[in-house]
T-cell receptor, first 113, second 112 residues
Framework: DGGITQSPKYLFRKEGQNVTLSCEQN?????MYWYRQDPGQGLRLIYY???????QKGDIAEGYSVSREKKESFPLTVTSAQKNPTAFYLC????????????FGPGTRLTVT | GQQLNQSPQSMFIQEGEDVSMNCTSS?????WLWYKQDPGEGPVLLIA?????ELTSNGRLTAQFGITRKDSFLNISASIPSDVGIYFC????????????FGKGTRLHILP
């Protein structure tokens, strides 16, 4: 079955610790994205990558980092510099070349205390 | 930056009623997408629209790409309990690489 997986579903961390969220896709999509969702809000773009070994900052990149070493994988690290990291994080992917349809994983809920 | 205004923010309807929601912007978009999100899950793509004036259906759902390219609407006919959730519109502005912009969502509640 083709799709996007995110793990874990729930993640708890202490303040001051970095944490890495996993995102894997087997849809053979070139582009991958990370969004943050807060209650009652839409989706805000953190980082995106259109091709392996390249990525761009989105609207709220501060306190986050990513890597894109493989086409299938786009992990997101929430660093201790992120002032308000507790949120629902969504990963998505799309094929390049003009369709713009993004397909989402099930999300990871991160709680930092 | 460009923004999408989605309305209404929430709706309370009776089962069996039709639903209408829309998304507007002051800027043009080349693509409109409609998603549904269940609690604690990722959004699921419902309908994609690529041409101004385009009207597309997916079962009981119908969406249209506004002729001005600045708006889109989604209708749900004969609502059922599983329609409950948050509906997001998303638009792809011109020259945006592969990025899309999301509205803040319409939360649909169905009264028994």
């Amino acid at each position: 079955d083709g799709g996007i997986t995110q793990s874990p579903k729930y993640l708890f961390r202490k303040e001051g610790q970095n944490v890495t969220l996993s995102c894997e896709q087997n849809l053979n999509h070139d582009a991958m994205y990370w969004y943050r969702q807060d209650p009652g809000q839409g989706l805000r773009l953190i980082y995106y990558s259109q091709i392996v070994n390249d990525f761009q900052k989105g609207d709220i990149a501060e306190g986050y980092s990513v890597s894109r070493e493989k086409k299938e994988s786009f992990p997101l690290t929430v660093t201790s510099a992120q002032k308000n990291p507790t949120a629902f994080y969504l990963c998505a992917s799309s094929s390049s070349g003009g369709t713009y349809e993004q397909y989402f994983g099930p999300g990871t809920r991160l709680t930092v205390t | 930056g460009q923004q999408l205004n989605q309305s209404p923010q929430s709706m309370f309807i009776q089962e069996g009623e039709d639903v209408s929601m829309n998304c507007t912007s002051s800027s043009i978009f080349n693509t409109w997408l409609w998603y549904k999100q269940d609690p604690g899950e990722g959004p699921v793509l419902l309908i994609a629209l690529y041409k101004a004036g385009e009207l597309t259906s997916n079962g009981r759902l119908t969406a249209q790409f506004g002729i001005t390219r600045k708006d889109s609407f989604l209708n749900i006919s004969a609502s059922i309990p599983s329609d409950v959730g948050i509906y997001f519109c998303a638009g792809q502005p011109p020259l945006s690489d592969d990025k899309i912009i999301f509205g803040k969502g319409t939360r649909l509640h169905i009264l028994p």
